[in-house]
Nanobody, 116 residues
């Protein structure tokens, strides 16, 4: 499975961005998908996850009510709608997926910078 993120960029505080993660390869095996982020000097942290059918989502407390994770399995694409962005949301955002076989894949990351 290959994952490619897009949609990052520079935005002012209070603004919005929509990240996309396009999957290719053995996409039939994709199970739970998620977004993670890593700020400079910090560990990578979970942002949000979504189950295979999209029926269940989980969010980090820091983004609840502001971010929305979704997926379109027909397009093999996952999204992260980010609203009310804050400077502390600045990080490289990574797409992640686990497969039905227990393997795990990461995308290359996309930079999100929120200016104050």
């Amino acid at each position: 499975v290959q994952l490619v993120e897009s949609g990052g960029g520079l935005v002012q505080a209070g603004g919005s961005l929509r990240l996309s993660c396009a999957a290719s390869g053995n996409t039939f095996s994709i199970n739970v998908m998620g977004w993670y982020r890593q700020a400079p000097g910090k560990q990578r942290e979970l942002v949000a996850t979504i189950t295979r059918g999209g029926g269940s989502t989980h969010y980090a407390d820091s983004v609840k009510g502001r971010f929305t994770i979704s997926r379109d399995n027909a397009k093999n694409t996952m999204y992260l709608q980010m609203n009310s962005l804050k400077p502390e949301d600045t990080a490289v955002y990574y797409c992640n997926t686990g497969t039905l076989w227990g393997t795990n894949y990461w995308g290359q990351g996309t930079q999100v910078t929120v200016s104050s």
